[in-house]
């Protein structure tokens, strides 16, 4: 036993001396899936995943070798000095990943990232990670949808002023206001339901042609997409994306319609628990540097604060996606980190929202005191009644429909 | 007959003085389906389906009243000074058409407009804007698919050198580069087919509570709204959707995704027609103020530039989808001219890309006078070939299962 | 006299027909000096400077020249099908004032638009066009301060309740908080005040030498830019910015700063209005299609909608500020509609807070019952009163230090 | 000396498994002034130079508080979990550094932290780390320029082509070109020289009543603003910026100035080095997993991409200014990541400017072989010399305007 600190004590930690573990996002902590480490282990799952479709491919057993790609193996001060030189990550890794290859099973480093380009690789990884954590996210917004579900349920009879403009303008109901974040939540899950999460292959132009000299034969580079799609449980598009990046695309929006469904809960609810207002209150709420006295509903305060910061990593993936050639100059490299935000605020907020809006109490007196501020507005009490009843079992049910609850 | 200009004239145009006609927007004579004038359009169909919709639920024939709502009859210097005072057009056209069905049948009035709100008839009328715009950008993206399948296929076996970050990187084929761009418009067109396209109707806070309360029975607002979006052949959402914009969202992401797959394009084109690469020309060019002698490529760099301006747009329709109790005080109103920029974007260049992309036209030579800059790169000449079929036919079948084209 | 209507009753609307009037922009009314006829003014004025700047450098007399150059000479409908073909209005605009010039004084056409290129005129007439919306911006922000200045005074010792994160947090004073209103109008007029608006003059590829070709000598480019911007009254930068687009980026900054200052006060005010906070009331309100006993604080509303249309518009100034080469493809052609928008915004908002802001009221009544909602919160009040005055008084001196009230 | 790992060999790490360290950001490792250590470098330094302003107001020697508040005393995993539950890790922070105080000097924890807000630290860190940060640019732009005069100089009478909509347009010179990329970076030294650095300093909600009471007397947190501003070599502003957020916007205006001028000066480079074209080589290149031949212009390519993420943070930073109440719930805490994310663009940009362009070679021969393909653009190549001269020596002194040579 080493009597002294080993250099294996905390290696791997050295290029993050100044990465960013977090101050400045307080909700860094659940969004590890989105991580540099998450998307290195994508990339390794990604060449693992490719090394085994070219065995499948070749009829070789290369498991050997896949299980000598480790994540834990990784240089990543060599995979950011890489970086620099090369532009991409994957050029260093894909050295290392021969490395260790060729050290498990002397010969085997020509099987790693064969026929394959930097691009294919990365955009795969950034699919499967993204895949993994709008998992996590969709099961967070499951769980957030039951809390609405039961809280819309329990208030469809709670008579409530409803604002517009800021201003009272007709009586409704807690429940039909709950129901329709419940309609957020769905819409999200929805356009998490319709996304598509493709593989990446085309080799250094998109032609395959590296794949199918490899493979001594024409087609090969169809096959070999197929077998990576399906060892990574991700969908064979059957074609190239390199500069069609729709899928990007449709991966940001829907990371981009979670963060903004749950921003506006998030807003609707720091407005419902303004001092003045108290209609709902947070199960845990922050205290301050300066007024320790005060409850700040921190839960609802980062929804928005995610919400708002979509709009900006939507417009750059956009940017980049005005692609050029077989692979832009800088657009494409533009969009990884913007790509991952966006995923990153999705499952940060769908993790909130989980933990803040099953602990959401309702103040019946508060909505009541304010229901009362304008007696003329209060109309045929069974009308709106009915009305809400109607609005939350469709919305309830619009959410089940999608993710029906088991029976006992 | 009167002897002199009768100030029905011109009437309409007063309000007009100071608007815009289309100085900064070259393209804005191809997205006329998306002019004000258009939106006006919608907005008085969208009444008149509203109250055909009433005439169908009460059993009353409404066919007169609806006629006497015309556009050609709406003064719009007074919906300008309402929309100032109210915040709104939907408030000013309101009690027009009201005046104009009162006109035609005395005591109709209270039929228009009634149990709804104005977001109820804006949120519809720019739907109904946006589905007839892209109907139109449909069509042209169709065109524009078609020229590149013939394209595609024309130039299957025209090697060429594909680029990487601006650099030669590998041989591939003309025929390839165009396969891609026409990935872009199937991609699209997937999009546009996916779009749902819901009417909105809520009344004042989103109950439907005054819709029942005028049908005198519950459940009527469902009704109402069933007939309501028959008419004008759109979706019935079964739900409000004011605060919850993913309808807005989406058609923003189909919108952009058009903009976008089309900028590429543009953007490819303009710099495939640069002096110096000259792999391709286009059909129409446009001259310059002080150098007589070029020949800019004048729609490929508009539809940069419409691709360009997606991202910003899109970025103001998230900001506005974080929404607030029953209609914020705010975000609402922001989300109207982005939503509509971002559909005339997409139409415009739809069809600028349906025009230019059937003239434009390869100049093999140029194509194989580059490639040989690079000769290491020429590969085996069959295999880039074999790989150049599957891509293009790949990407013409995809094209066509959404877009068949007929048999003669 | 003509019997019936002729050709000129509204010849110039002729392009309009499908062109924007302001039924989605409710503030358009009060931005005419940003209107396409704005710009096409500012355009005409740029050709004629620059003329009148070569008849100074080359000693002829051109005023006849430059007096037939009218705006209202202009055929609408030929600039867009120009600009349509050769993606710039400039070049047919050239072309009728050369024709005009003709007519007025043969031979004269030459001396039209010699040695420049499409992009001096349109550049040099977005900044003319921009210095003189935010001209009149500036005074409409001094009259909105000034009633600042009188609202912060008034209620410099109006003890009131402050908020954090919808929280009520402290005691101060409702000065205090229009002292931060005014802090930032202050900011906004320093931006202005600090805003360098350039002319744009470097000919073809911008080296200026048709000028100095035309002139017969060199450097004459250096002269007639000086010439030009004093006709002007803009700034000679010394340079050409054609490609480096700072100064295009600094009148964005100074816009979006004007419409993002109103846009906070637009959402302070918007809350403060509110039914159950009722501290402030708006003079002027609007109504509601569905709820006729509503008072919207439209005003309020259409100024926080300004705001938030601020970040997209700002985005796609940056982005088009990546430009590339003499002239881009496609990045300067997205820049013109984006930077008139951000001008647009301010002005209207700068106008609109002139109107709202003297008619804004207090209800101190109410300001002291939600202050009583928190009674621990109740801190000495000389402490407060103090710290106000000192507050209230920093602010109204660095307003007053860059807008001095003139003495009687 | 002990015989196993101790708790600091590295505790600082543990919080960061999960952290962002570089993979996604090729060119992180030259901005370490901006990492989540250099922040939090900031925090401290603020909350030292705080308490040494207190010292002197009070007339206390508190420098061995000061120095007991060690960053490397720091526990980051408590940091983290602090700012989970309050929003802001200078709550916890606070605490941290109060025990560290009483711990080396019993009783002083009182002076830590003491009258002010979570913001005043947070808002004053950023605007030190942004200084900081931007100085190191403005040495590394200054480095890029002195490269750019040097090379504008050389290739003054380099005649070139112009091109302009990617096609070519008229005769310049290299010199030319390159004037032009040194008027984009002396523009942005322009914006750093006339940046304001303001300290935040405003208490619980701005009025420093806090501060007042703790120093015993009225004006106290003037004179503390003072004192702390001159701690920390930043300016005074004189007021309180909670809300009113043009300091960051001006941070984030220059920021995206350098981001962008170096944007546009990667995507000319990544231009000219293209295959085809060849005027320009950089000194060192990137390879490419799937091309080993390849040569890319990694550093053109990386500042291109840095310029295309400028436009999003930018509209972010836009939307989080749009401020309500004494401190908003959401838009303050969506400004800090967008904020740093800018200076740190613009910091990795300056960094690779300053390294690729000393290494850039001109190929002559490539930029004769160019323009002789437009011989009919071929003009006086005096008069294009002459203006070449002209606006060269005009660049090199608006360069040196700012930034004056020493002599030997």
Same mark, same amino acid.
């Not at 070219?54 to 896949?66: C, K, M, P």
């Not at 532009?87 to 020509?110: D, F, H, Y």
């Not at 300066?290 to 928005?304: E, I, Q, S, Y």
């Given at each position: ?62 498991? &050997? ?81 039951? &809390?609405?579900?039961?809280?819309? /349920? ?32 769905? *819409? ?59 899928? *990007? ?29 108290? /209609? ?9 540097? &300066? ?28 940017? &980049?996606?005005? *692609? ?23 499952? /940060? ?11 959401? *109490? ?5 909505? /009541? ?40």
């Amino acid at each position: 036993m080493s009597t002294r600190p080993t250099r294996l004590t905390c290696p791997a930690r050295s290029p993050v001396t100044d990465g960013d573990w977090g101050l400045l996002e307080p909700l860094a902590g659940g969004a590890t899936d989105t991580s540099d480490d998450a998307v290195l282990g994508a990339l390794v799952d990604v060449e693992r995943a490719l090394l085994r479709a070219w065995g499948d491919l070749l009829g070789e057993n290369l498991d &050997a070798v896949a299980s000598a790609m480790r994540t834990d193996r990784i240089d990543r001060a060599d995979l950011l000095a890489g970086s620099r030189t090369g532009g991409v990550p994957v050029i260093p890794l894909a050295n290392q990943l021969r490395r260790l290859a060729e050290t498990a099973v002397p010969g085997s480093g020509e099987y790693v990232h064969a026929g394959v380009t930097s691009q294919d690789v990365l955009d795969t990884a950034l699919v499967l990670m993204a895949g993994r954590a709008l998992t996590r996210a969709r099961d967070r917004l499951v769980a957030a949808g039951q &809390a609405l579900v039961a809280l819309a /349920e329990s208030e469809q009879t709670t008579l409530a002023i409803a604002r517009t403009l800021g201003q009272h303008a007709a009586q409704s109901t807690v429940g039909v206001a709950v129901a329709g974040w419940l309609d957020g939540v769905t *819409s999200a899950l929805d356009a998490l339901a319709a996304l598509e999460l493709p593989v990446q292959l085309g080799g250094a132009v998109g032609t395959g042609e590296d794949v199918d000299r490899l493979a001594g034969r024409a087609g090969a580079t169809d096959e070999l997409r197929a077998g990576f799609a399906a060892e990574l449980g991700l969908t064979d598009p059957g074609r190239v994306w390199h500069t069609e990046r729709s899928p *990007s695309l449709a991966i940001a929006a829907a990371a981009a319609l979670i963060g903004t469904a749950l921003g506006r809960i998030g807003r609707d609810v720091a407005f419902l628990a303004r001092t003045e207002i108290g /209609e709902f209150s947070l199960g845990a709420t922050g205290g301050s540097s &300066a007024m320790p006295h005060k409850r700040n509903p921190v839960d609802a305060v980062l929804l928005t604060a995610n919400g708002l910061r979509v709009a900006g990593l939507v417009a750059t993936v956009h940017s &980049a996606a005005l *692609s050029q050639d077989a692979r832009p100059a800088g657009e494409w490299h533009a969009e990884w980190a913007a790509l991952r935000g966006l995923v990153r605020l999705a499952l /940060e907020s769908a993790d909130v929202a989980a933990t803040m809006l099953p602990a959401l *109490s309702v103040d019946r007196a508060a909505v /009541e005191r304010n229901r009362a501020l304008s007696p003329d507005l209060a109309d045929d009490r069974a009308a709106t009644l009915a009305a809400s009843g109607r609005i939350v079992s469709t919305a309830v049910r619009r959410f089940q429909s999608l993710h029906p609850t088991e029976s006992p």
